[in-house]
């Protein structure tokens, strides 16, 4: 089974910026999605890469994060510019049916 690892969350100051990684460990394969989940609530997609590099953004964070992939193409980033506090939430990065633990981001306004 694949193994995706999230890293990168942490506390941040609304205004502020978190850079998230998510890589596959064991067959080297790209992870291909961002969600995020609150308490209570289901979770919800971030940001997407296809395979050709195409992105998908949810409205929210639009102009905002930004989704990448490195020339490995096993990890992918999630650039988290002028968080506000309503991002604040639990990311998961995703491929297929496999996901990764999620790391907390928390911004505080």
């Known amino acids: 089974q694949m193994e995706l690892v999230e890293s990168g969350g942490g506390s941040v100051q609304a205004g502020g910026s978190l850079r998230l990684s998510c890589a596959e460990r064991?067959?080297?394969?790209?992870?291909l999605a961002w969600y995020r989940q609150t308490p209570g609530n289901q979770r919800e997609l971030v940001a997407s890469?296809?395979?050709?590099?195409?992105?998908n953004y949810a409205d929210s964070v639009k102009g905002r994060f930004t989704i990448s992939r490195d020339k490995s193409h096993n990890t992918i980033y999630l650039q988290m510019n002028n968080l506000k506090f309503e991002d604040t939430a639990v990311y998961y990065c995703?491929?297929?049916?496999?996901w990764g633990r999620g790391t907390q981001v928390t911004v505080s306004s």
């Open positions: 995703r491929r297929g049916d496999f």
């Open positions: 064991r067959f080297r394969i790209s992870p």
């Open positions: 890469i296809a395979p050709s590099g195409a992105t």
